[in-house]
């Protein structure tokens, strides 16, 4: 018959115990506290990198309304030009893409809305068929772009967006008008 294996001692089970307890208390100074709150009692969240994790941004941003779609083209003739800016919210994204079927001057730049002193910021210009990409409005106004066919032959441009804005407007021939676009869904409230 073989020997039966003893319970653990009490003793063995509280060094166990405390054992156990000093290496979460470790894990939490040295890990978890530098890398999720930024809180960094022995160093190693710097020496390690951990403490930039509690830096870092949450990429998700909770908006209050329905994003919106867009598609609009604009048959520009020589030398003519035209401006379609979105009104969009301080923080508000919009995702886009524009085509030319010749190369265009683009210029996509925001101004400030409401104020006394209008403000304007460019943020790319040049000469193009198309441009891809994403914009966060750094303040609330109108953000869009302004093209001009400065070729002999009649260009057409074509935009495709999505966002959280709330109009756009046409500035074409010394005019402008508003554009409504729907919210792609009506929000459950």
């Known amino acids: 018959m073989e020997p039966q294996a003893q319970p653990p001692s009490s003793k063995t089970l509280m060094i166990a115990s405390i054992s156990a307890f000093a290496a979460a208390l470790l ?16 160093g190693t969240g710097g020496l390690l990198g951990l403490d930039a994790l509690a830096r870092g941004a949450n990429p998700f941003e909770e908006q209050v ?18 401006e379609y ?14 085509l030319a079927d010749g190369e265009v ?10 104020l006394e002193e209008e403000e304007v910021q460019s943020y790319e210009q040049g000469n193009a068929t198309q441009r891809m990409g994403s914009l966060h409005a750094p303040f609330t106004g109108i953000h869009g772009w302004f093209w001009e066919n400065r070729t002999a032959r009649t260009t057409l441009v074509r935009l495709y967006t999505a966002g959280f804005y709330h109009t756009s407007t046409v500035f074409r021939d010394g005019g402008d008008f508003e554009r409504v676009i729907e919210p792609i869904a009506t929000p459950d409230r």
Do not use: N
């Open 27 to 42: 894990v939490l100074l040295a890990f978890v506290l530098p890398a999720e709150f930024g809180r960094d009692p022995l």
């Open 65 to 82: 309304e329905v994003h919106r779609e867009d598609y609009v083209e604009f048959e520009l003739g020589p030398f003519q030009s035209v």
């Open 85 to 98: 800016k979105y009104l969009m919210d301080q923080d508000a994204p919009l995702v886009f893409s524009w």
């Open 105 to 114: 001057y683009f210029d996509m730049h925001a101004e400030t809305v409401g």
